[in-house]
Every structure is written in C-alpha cells, then in structure tokens.
Nanobody, 120 residues
Framework: QVQLVESGGGLVQAGGSLRLSCAASGRTFSTYAMGWFRQAPGKEREFVAAISWNSGSTYYGDSVKGRFTISRDNAKNTVYLQMNSLKPEDTAVYYC?????????????WGQGTQVTVSS
C-alpha cells in the first residue's frame, strides 16, 4: 500500500522560506510522477507543482511560478517543495500526491497534509 508522509510545514513570516518533504513508501518510487497540492480554508484544492519520474519535467501553478521549486531524490524515495518569497496567500494545508499508474499525473494517493502558515 502506498503511503505518503509530508513534513516541513510551519509558521513563517512573509518573504521567508520553507522546504516541504514527502516520504513515499509501499512501491517503487522512481517510476512515478509526484505532485504537490494545497488547500486553504474555504477554498478548493489547488495544484501547486508536479515532477516527472526522472525529474526531466516540472510543472507549476501560476500562483507559485518563480517562487517554488519541486525536486525529488529517488534514492531516498522523497519529493521536495522549496518555497521561497512566501506570501500570506500561500497559507494552506499542503498535500503530496502520487498517481496510480507510472508516468501519468492522475493522482490516486494522498498524504495527510502539512500546515503552512505565512504571517504578514
């Protein structure tokens, strides 16, 4: 069974940085794309970033382009989200997601989420 465990959230001032981690287990990590999403109170879940199985392709939501960077370490079964120049509107629960099929972006597995709070 696939398990995703996020960590690294917390409280930070506007303009600061955080790095989120997502540790995956339960299957071969290196053949699957991975993604990050977020959900703020009262809002729909929003796509943040995605990375292909071999890190050859990365994708970002418009609101985070140029500020966030997704990366992965297949040897550690971990995907990261480096968040710089944080804004109060980045406050949300951040979720790691994995697809059910290799090399697709149809997410089927989700972590429990990690809270990120950006103060103004």
């Amino acid at each position: 069974q696939v398990q995703l465990v996020e960590s690294g959230g917390g409280l930070v001032q506007a303009g600061g940085s955080l790095r989120l981690s997502c540790a995956a287990s339960g299957r071969t990590f290196s053949t699957y794309a991975m993604g990050w999403f977020r959900q703020a109170p009262g809002k729909e879940r929003e796509f943040v970033a995605a990375i292909s199985w071999n890190s050859g392709s990365t994708y970002y939501g418009d609101s985070v382009k140029g500020r966030f960077t997704i990366s992965r370490d297949n040897a550690k079964n971990t995907v990261y989200l480096q968040m710089n120049s944080l804004k109060p509107e980045d406050t949300a629960v951040y979720y790691c997601a994995a697809p059910n099929t290799p090399r697709t972006y149809e997410y089927a597995y989700w972590g429990q989420g990690t809270q990120v709070t950006v103060s103004s």
